[in-house]
């Protein structure tokens, strides 16, 4: 796996999130004999711990309020709430666990298949939040390889007056990585690990498969 330092080398920008309970938990999804149960629990748990690190900066400011004891000004957050935005199908598998850090989030879906001769990304479904320009915009999907997926996603929410726009994803590569800096240099990528390469599909190695099927039990 590759750190930041490998990927400031190459001129790439992403944050890897090297907390031991995610470097950990992302292990034993890695294993080919997990069940899809225990990948999607699996996912849920990560993803708690992403949402921490990719709202780390969210504003704040101050409301007084009334504790048992004493009056006080007390920090919440500040504008409307944010928006966790799925790339369907397999965003839907970090969406829980975000969505119990931060239950009042809204939540958009952009559903996008990647056609098997060119790779490309083909948009299917669209249904977001209104108000994107005045949200924090996060965006899940468990893998960034070729990134064609993401950029067409980002393009689309960008189309429609996002503006303050994250990226999380499990795993990542440097092809991923450097096609979508380039093409949204304003949104940064957070991710649990950087693996070294592509393959001739199109999948991350060594990676974990294919996060949909293994998260739902298809082939």
């Not at 829980?96 to 990647?114: E, F, K, Q, T």
């Amino acid at each position: 796996m590759l750190t930041e330092q490998n990927l400031a080398d190459m001129g790439l920008q992403a944050t890897i999130v090297r907390h031991p309970l995610v470097q950990h938990k992302l292990t034993l999804m890695r294993r080919k004999e997990q069940s899809s149960s225990a990948f999607r629990a699996l996912l849920r748990e990560i993803s708690w711990l992403l949402c921490f690190e990719v709202t780390r900066d969210l504003p704040l400011v101050p409301e007084h309020i009334e504790t048992p004891v004493q009056g006080m000004d007390a920090p919440v957050l500040q504008g409307r709430k944010l928006a966790f935005i799925s790339i369907l199908r397999a965003g839907n598998g970090m969406l829980d666990g975000m969505l119990d850090v931060i239950p009042s989030a809204r939540v958009g879906h952009v559903g996008l298949y990647r056609d098997p001769e060119t790779l490309e990304a083909v948009e299917y479904y669209y249904k977001v939040p209104n108000h994107m320009e005045d949200r924090l915009i996060v965006v899940v999907d468990p893998m960034l390889a070729t990134a064609n997926s993401a950029i067409s996603a980002v393009h689309r929410l960008k189309q429609g007056g996002a503006k303050d726009m994250r990226f999380v994803c499990l795993i990542t590569a440097p092809e991923g990585i450097r096609a979508f800096n380039e093409a949204h240099p304003d949104v940064p990528i957070v991710t649990a690990a950087v693996d070294t390469k592509l393959n001739d599909h199109g999948y991350i190695v060594p990676g974990l498969g294919d996060a949909g099927d293994r998260i739902f039990g298809t082939k």
